[in-house]
């Protein structure tokens, strides 16, 4: 005798048959190739690498960057563009602040980030994003120049000095024409 088989089991039957003969879903979107040039000229592009490249969006870092990044009409793409120059603070800077002299910009000494071209090879492109890294100042913050002006708290907090340069604090003048500090990170 034999039973009959409900007609939701008939597809369960086929799978064998199937991963035997190699058949199987579909082949998945093409992966997205890595542009500069498209990085740069276009939102959604940029937005997709966002939302591939991030590991985890179950934090604040990721929220906030996927809230507020290459997001049509809104978010940091409309930002103005700052590209102040600036250059490190010095061990100098540090004794002549902590002896309550103001500084000496050394405008000479100060260096902008935006080149005159894109760069044209992976050399180029990766020598600017460690520039952006090292020299581009991030946010002033009123903690790093009290700390700046108490002997020993910049090493007591962290920061490193380097060939009398302090590592992550950079030094410009505002659009105002005041000297700040400025943390990067």
């Not at 990721?62 to 102040?84: H, K, T």
């Not at 500084?103 to 600017?128: F, I």
Request: include cysteine; aromatic fraction near 8%; charged fraction near 25%.
């Amino acid at each position: 005798m034999t039973l009959p088989r409900p007609a939701c089991l008939a597809p369960l039957l086929l799978l064998p048959i199937l991963a035997a003969s190699g058949c199987g879903p579909g082949p998945g979107p093409e992966p997205l190739p890595d542009s500069a040039e498209l990085y740069i000229g276009d939102s959604r592009y940029r937005r997709a690498i966002l939302e591939r490249d991030l590991l985890t969006t179950e934090n604040f870092y990721a929220e906030r960057r996927l809230a507020s990044y290459a997001i049509d009409g809104a978010g940091w793409d409309n930002l103005p563009e700052r590209d102040l120059p600036s250059r490190p603070l010095t061990s100098e800077d540090v004794e002549r602040l902590q002896q309550g002299l103001g500084l000496e910009m050394h405008h000479d000494q100060m260096t902008s980030l935006s080149p005159a071209a894109l760069p044209d090879s992976e050399d180029g492109w990766q020598e600017l994003g460690r520039r952006v890294m090292e020299e581009y100042p991030l946010r002033p913050d009123p903690l790093y120049e009290t700390l700046v002006s108490l002997p020993g708290a910049l090493a007591d907090v962290g920061f490193i000095e380097d060939n009398g340069r302090w590592m992550g604090l950079r030094v410009f003048e505002s659009e105002s024409g005041a000297a700040r500090h400025f943390f990067m990170k």
